[in-house]
């Protein structure tokens, strides 16, 4: 069974510095993974997606990488920002069932002025 | 605005009341899903359709129904609502890879 684990659970830090959130899954047959972005009371937000075949993939101050043979992902926050301030998810979907997403706990990140 | 509808966006139940969540796309969505949110769980997905008069079980469907008679909506049902099926409520649907959500409904069962 695909399990999605996210480290660390929360994280605060001050304006301007660089972040490193990451993900990591048992399961090596993904099609593909996604970030997300969960504001207090809202829906999730879209960030980024990588396909199975891919290394990175990058939006503006974000970054994220895919290595898949060792089940682990990064998404790379750039000169953070206190509108950064989310919880952040990470959901992979399966090889042999593309219908579902399984996502992990998530972080969530302060960032302060 | 285009999206996904969630309604209603609160709801304390009693022990053993039913419900139905509604949820409405107008974007021409083939799939659409219910997960819900506990903390320290991440989401879990409950039921999903992947078309118009068609449902399948997620990871936790015990003790939930739904119907997807219309190709835009698609409802999650309590028979009989238990304190652990208090939690916050996420539909999604999709198309390609796109996926859009909702912005929840939170649920209480006391």
């Known amino acids: 069974k695909q399990e999605v684990t996210q480290i660390p659970a929360a994280l605060s830090v001050p304006e301007g510095e660089n972040l490193v959130l990451n993900c990591s899954f048992t399961?090596?047959?993904?099609?593909?993974l996604q970030w997300f972005r969960q504001d207090p009371g809202k829906g999730l937000t879209s960030l980024l997606l990588?396909?199975?075949?891919?290394r990175e993939q990058t939006s503006g101050r974000l970054n994220a990488s895919l290595d898949k043979s060792s089940g682990r992902s990064t998404l790379y926050i750039a000169a953070s920002q206190p509108g950064d301030s989310a919880t952040y998810l990470c959901?992979?979907?399966?090889?042999?069932?593309?219908?579902?997403?399984?996502f992990g706990t998530g972080t969530r990140l302060q960032v302060f002025p | 605005n285009a999206g996904v509808t969630q309604t209603p966006k609160f709801r304390v139940l009693k022990t053993g009341q039913s419900m139905t969540l509604l949820c409405a796309q107008d974007?021409?969505?083939?799939?659409m899903y219910w997960y819900r949110q506990d903390p320290g769980m991440g989401l879990r997905l409950i039921h999903y359709?992947?078309?118009?008069?068609?449902?399948a079980k997620g990871e936790v469907p015990d003790g939930y129904n739904v119907s997807r008679l219309k190709k835009q909506n698609f409802l999650l049902g309590l028979e009989s609502a238990a304190p652990s099926q208090t939690s916050v409520y996420f539909c999604?649907?999709?198309?390609?890879?796109?996926?859009?959500f909702g912005s929840g409904t939170r649920l209480t069962v006391v």
């Open positions: 359709s992947v078309g118009e008069g068609t449902t």
């Open positions: 399961d090596s047959a993904i099609y593909n």
């Open positions: 999604a649907s999709r198309t390609g890879h796109g996926y859009t």
């Open positions: 959901a992979v979907r399966e090889t042999y069932n593309t219908d579902k997403l399984i």
């Open positions: 990588i396909q199975s075949s891919q």
């Open positions: 974007m021409n969505h083939e799939y």
